[in-house]
């Protein structure tokens, strides 16, 4: 349909229609008008599988068609593999349209402010730029396929407890630069179909009545011309809400918040206009999705079970590998550990949960290839401790190499409700320790959605594989890089803090009485543990490789940032060479920070800006060039409520995490200094260095009055630090008149 089609389609529809339209149909429908002929195209979950409910119920969330289970998106960050990703997008976008189904409601992008977050497992990092390029790559490839995503949840949900209700405080800077950038770069890159409106409140409103943030933020500033869907239930009044940008309520309280809509139109409470907007959004994605839904096709089960297996694969993190225990050479002496070897937790639990078309698990793979491996479960998924299990399994593994599959039950983490610590579950600690004293070598491989502590048991491990929730080929996937067929290239997403009571955001999660207080700011992740100088278990960025990789000839360029430099030109090219210093094929992510020593605002101590993935021979090396851009050097202005560039040092490091960055360069940035308009509460300070008039008043007032400002710094300090017309009331240098005309008021 045409816009014109879309606004005689609106002329037809009566009131009633128009506000039964802005809520679903049932549970994963949009509204039918059948008098019109307008369908109402099924949405649903979700990030990393299809969960298409057979009988469209919400009651049978669990109850779904088969569908591939991806790696969630823990793991996907973890690639740090854009088109990898992108494939990935494209696959389930094949899957939604196949099931007949116009959305998919993903990808999840909250940032990671806490490991304890229940829905960490569904979302991709600390880092707003990794998480933005990636999901911009997702959203690509599921939108490539003629059907939509769900960019979820906007915005600032980062946590479960009291999810319905928490208000989430966050000053604006920290807003701007850590929970709204992958939002925004998704939004303005992958333009998808709709954006999901999160349950929280932000700064004491509603997301889905929060004006600022769905008009504001994401249309006015950010273009966005496509829908806002609520989360399920997340709707707290409905008037206010479409007042507000929220066009789509699910799954639809239809009746009384129908009603709603017609008698606040009615009434004059709410513009018709409003209203016809919200309308045309809607159609406008019924419109959209209508070509695939006429054809909706088929995918390749296989074809998709093997690139779930290559993406597990890809993000399996390897943190350690002392004596390279790793890859294992041979079946000889090799025996396997851990129910999660037999029964794979390969998905999180929740919306998100997906029937999969099938499961590989890592001991079948292994025997696969290997025969008949030595098994023993070691402890029981049920969590009651039975100490034959692990008696078998310390037998089993007296002077063996111990392949240990461990990580967190799937009660530990879920949507619905946080993590109150980090630690594995204390029977496998227990196996762990005992296998590890009479085993020729201990291997873990982990299955978790979000970090676990290691300090307490990192030594007793050879190796370690962080294979987050790998989805329905995890078992396949480790099996690969465990066996060397594929040379591990996973990075960190997330940090791994040695302890919980390292990390900031703690002292303020998961917050009381309906309020979480984000107190940390902008310091969460390795922005919070590089500031406070803190030791990491594993920090973001790392991941080993089977083969090493050197870093060398750093060579900068910057370019001057002028007024008309625009937000996305480049002004800071930096080229390095990496080279494969090992004896076999393997990928590597150099990543690129940014750090601003002289800055005159706070900024972190190192910012992710970009990365790359480079695949590179045994001897080979390649020059990589990065180009930076003004946005990529810029803070968010408070007082001028935009982007702003200083001039002055930008350090830049490169390398293979943010704690091992072999080359580091600076250059000096020349740009206008940043200038603040002067207002009437500018202090004396700032009215002095910006209007030589003034300054010379000053002067003289203090110096009638007998105080020299260069030689009197209490006095000074007193005066400076003082907003102007205040001063005026203390030393009448002008009058008020005078300073209003000089402000231009
Ligand atoms: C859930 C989730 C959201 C999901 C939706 C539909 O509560 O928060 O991510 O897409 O409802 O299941």
Request: charge should be negative.
């Amino acid at each position: 349909m045409t816009p014109a089609e879309i606004t005689d389609l609106i002329s037809q529809l009566t009131l009633e229609e128009k506000a039964s339209l802005c809520s679903g149909g049932d549970s994963w429908h949009l509204q039918t008008v059948e008098r019109l002929g307008i369908p109402g195209p099924m949405v649903t979950d979700g990030p990393h599988g299809l969960r298409k409910v057979a009988d469209g119920s919400m009651a049978g969330i669990y109850d779904s068609v088969p569908a591939t289970c991806f790696p969630t998106a823990a793991g996907l960050a973890s690639t740090w593999d854009p088109e990898l990703v992108h494939d990935v997008g494209a696959a389930l976008g094949e899957e939604t349209r196949a099931e007949a189904v116009s959305v998919l409601l993903g990808p999840g992008i909250n940032m990671k402010r806490s490991p304890l977050c229940g829905r960490n497992f569904e979302y991709f990092s600390e880092d707003p730029v990794l998480a933005g390029i990636l999901a911009t790559e997702l959203v690509r490839g599921i939108q490539s396929q003629g059907v939509g995503a769900s960019l979820k949840h906007f915005a600032a949900n980062n946590q479960e407890t009291d999810r319905l209700r928490v208000s989430a405080g966050i000053d604006e800077r920290t807003l701007r630069e850590i929970y709204l950038p992958a939002f925004e770069m998704v939004v303005k890159h992958a333009k998808p179909w709709t954006v999901m409106c999160s349950y929280n409140a932000l700064n004491g409103v509603y997301c889905s009545q929060n004006r600022w943030l769905l008009t504001q933020v994401l249309r006015n500033e950010w273009g966005y011309d496509g829908l806002v869907i609520s989360d399920w239930g997340a709707v707290v009044d409905r008037v206010e809400g479409l007042r507000a940008g929220l066009d789509l309520e699910m799954p639809g309280d239809a009746p009384r918040n129908d009603a709603r809509i017609v008698e606040a139109v009615r009434n004059g409470d709410l513009d018709e206009e409003v209203l016809d907007t919200a309308v045309a959004r809607i159609l406008t994605l019924v419109a959209q999705a209508s070509a695939a839904m006429a054809d909706p096709g088929s995918y390749d089960i296989e074809a998709h079970h093997q690139l779930a297996r290559r993406a597990a694969a890809a993000s399996a993190v390897l943190l350690k590998n002392d004596g390279d225990a790793l890859p294992l050479t041979g079946p000889d002496d090799v025996v396997v550990i851990g129910e999660f070897a037999r029964t794979p937790r390969f998905q999180g639990a929740g919306s998100s949960k997906v029937n999969p078309t099938r499961v590989d698990t890592a001991l079948d793979s292994l025997r696969h290839i290997w025969g008949d491996v030595p098994f023993a479960p070691g402890f029981a998924l049920t969590g009651e401790s039975d100490p034959r299990l692990a008696e078998d399994a310390e037998s089993l593994a007296r002077g063996k190499t111990a392949v240990l599959f461990l990580g967190l039950p799937a009660v530990a983490e879920s949507e619905g409700y946080d993590r109150t610590n980090t630690d594995l579950p204390a029977d496998q600690l227990d196996l762990l320790a005992r296998v590890s004293k009479i085993a020729f070598r201990t291997i873990v491989v982990l299955s978790n959605g979000s970090s676990v502590g290691m300090a307490e048991w990192d030594d007793q491990a050879d190796a370690i594989v962080e294979c987050w929730l790998g989805g329905q080929a995890s078992g396949s996937g480790v099996v690969d890089v465990l066996t060397g067929k594929v040379n591990p290239s996973g990075h960190l997403a997330e940090t791994i803090a040695v302890t919980l009571s390292d990390i900031p955001a703690q002292l303020n999660f998961p917050g009381e009485f309906q309020h979480v207080t984000y107190g940390e700011g902008r310091y969460i992740g390795y922005r919070g543990l590089d500031v406070i100088e803190r030791e990491v278990a594993y920090p973001f960025g790392h991941g080993l490789s089977y083969t090493t990789f050197d870093y060398s000839d750093l060579d900068l360029a910057v370019r001057p940032v002028t007024d008309e430099t625009a937000q996305d030109e480049s002004v800071l090219t930096v080229t390095f060479t990496i080279s494969n210093t090992g004896d076999r094929t393997g990928s590597a992510v150099p990543q690129v920070y940014l750090g601003f020593p002289d800055a005159t605002v706070n900024r972190c101590v190192r910012e992710l800006k970009a990365f790359r993935r480079v695949e590179l021979d045994p001897g080979k090396s390649r020059s990589i060039t990065i180009d930076l851009t003004r946005r990529d050097l810029s803070y968010w202005d408070i007082l001028l409520q935009s982007w702003a560039v200083e001039p002055g040092t930008v350090r830049v490091e490169v390398g293979r995490s943010s704690r091992d960055l072999p080359l580091t360069g600076v250059v000096i940035l020349d740009a206008p200094t940043v200038h603040h308009p002067l207002r009437r509460d500018s202090t004396v300070a700032e009215w002095m260095a910006a209007d030589e008039e003034f300054a010379a008043k000053v002067r003289r007032a203090t110096e009638q009055t007998g105080i020299d400002l260069d030689s009197d710094p209490t006095t000074a300090a007193f005066i400076l630090a003082m907003p102007a017309y205040k001063m005026l009331q203390m030393a009448p240098i002008m009058t008020p008149e005078e300073l209003d005309e000089m402000l231009g008021d």
